[in-house]
């Protein structure tokens, strides 16, 4: 007798969490879509709320360029840090011509680790940043197996998909901090949300800025920090130059610009989002299966890209 009461209020205590659990989904998808089309956007611009400048890293292409683009048109100065001179400065120009704006470019290849950050440091030392865009990653050239991907890509990935966003939130965070406001927004993807075959290593890497996020608002939103989680699913960039039906893109995966509009649109408001109305849906929606469901269906996804690659290979020789 006892021993089914302990298991009915133990199914219950698991029914009622499992309901907030869904229910939050349900609420942070709303919240982080459609709130800020309802909050008045110049009640405080950016540039009040942290501070006259931001950093992105990885701006030379992809979300990052279209992201720093949108923080111009929001009044932003701007470091630009990626690893090719004549596209930083290609990307400076093209923002200092439409938007009235400073930039400062700074060179650094985050797949080379420890060595690039005392000059990053030294770049940004008199430069009072309010925003931090932790948004340089990199993928596997195509869909393939760990042992496939060669050592030197395996290192790239850690040194950049978390190096990176470990080290320049270290690095610009103390100044932040001493006057109590900032902001620091960490891309990750909508491939933390499971383990996933064929981009493993990839796929973790997000798991882990998920978690160095996560913790980390906690860490420093009582000290006026506000930190954001921001996780694309598919956008159409280079980073998918493996299937032409991504770069192709549609409603689902939207280009570049289109999403870093309704994602910055989000900054400062909604602590974990996908950053696209779109994704918000599909990301709400995939939740809803157990891990091990996802896993099997992104492995399966992941299969079908390489059978493209290897045809679109094939047909290129
Ligand atoms: N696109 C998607 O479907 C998607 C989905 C989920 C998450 N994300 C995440 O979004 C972020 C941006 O991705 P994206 O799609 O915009 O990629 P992208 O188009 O390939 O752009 C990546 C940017 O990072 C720079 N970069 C790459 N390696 C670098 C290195 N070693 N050192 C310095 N800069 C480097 C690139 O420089 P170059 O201009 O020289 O190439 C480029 O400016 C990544 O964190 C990615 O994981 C993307």
Not at 33 to 42: A, D, G, I, Q, V
Not at 116 to 122: N, S
Request: glycine share 6%; proline share 4%.
């Amino acid at each position: 007798m006892l021993s089914v009461l302990a298991l009915s209020v133990l199914g219950a205590i698991t029914l009622v969490f499992g309901l907030i659990d869904s229910l939050k989904s349900v609420l942070e998808l709303v919240s982080s879509h459609l709130m800020p089309y309802f909050l008045p956007s110049e009640v405080e611009p950016l540039t009040k709320k942290f501070g006259p400048w931001a950093v992105v890293t990885g701006s030379t292409d992809g979300i990052g360029k279209q992201y720093a683009a949108e923080l111009a048109r929001r009044g932003c100065n701007l470091v630009l840090i990626s690893r090719n001179l004549d596209k930083l400065r290609a990307v400076a120009s093209e923002i200092e011509k439409q938007h009235s704006v400073k930039t400062k470019i700074v060179v650094a290849d985050f797949s080379k680790g420890a060595e690039v950050y005392a000059h990053i440091e030294e770049e940004l030392k008199d430069i009072p940043l309010g925003i931090l865009v932790n948004n340089v990653g990199i993928n596997y050239d195509y869909p393939m197996t760990v042992c496939e991907v060669p050592t030197s890509k395996a290192w790239d990935l850690i040194n950049v998909n978390i190096g990176a966003v470990t080290l320049m939130t270290k690095l610009v965070l103390p100044r932040m901090v001493a006057k109590g406001r900032g902001a620091v927004v960490n891309v990750s993807s909508g491939s933390e949300l499971q383990p996933l075959p064929l981009m493993t290593i990839y796929a973790a890497t997000k798991a882990y800025v998920r978690s160095l996020t996560l913790a980390l608002r906690e860490e420093y939103a009582p000290k006026g920090i506000y930190v954001q989680h921001l996780a694309p699913l598919f956008v159409s960039t280079k980073i998918n130059a493996f299937s032409q039906r991504l770069l192709d893109g549609n409603l689902l995966v939207p280009d570049a610009g289109t999403y870093a509009r309704h994602a910055v649109a989000s900054l400062g408001r909604v602590n974990n989002t996908t950053g696209y109305w779109v994704h918000g849906i599909q990301y709400t929606l995939v939740k809803i299966a157990p891990e091990w469901l996802r896993t099997k269906v992104g492995h399966h996804l992941n299969r079908q890209f390489r059978e493209e690659y290897d045809q679109n290979k094939v047909k290129a020789e």
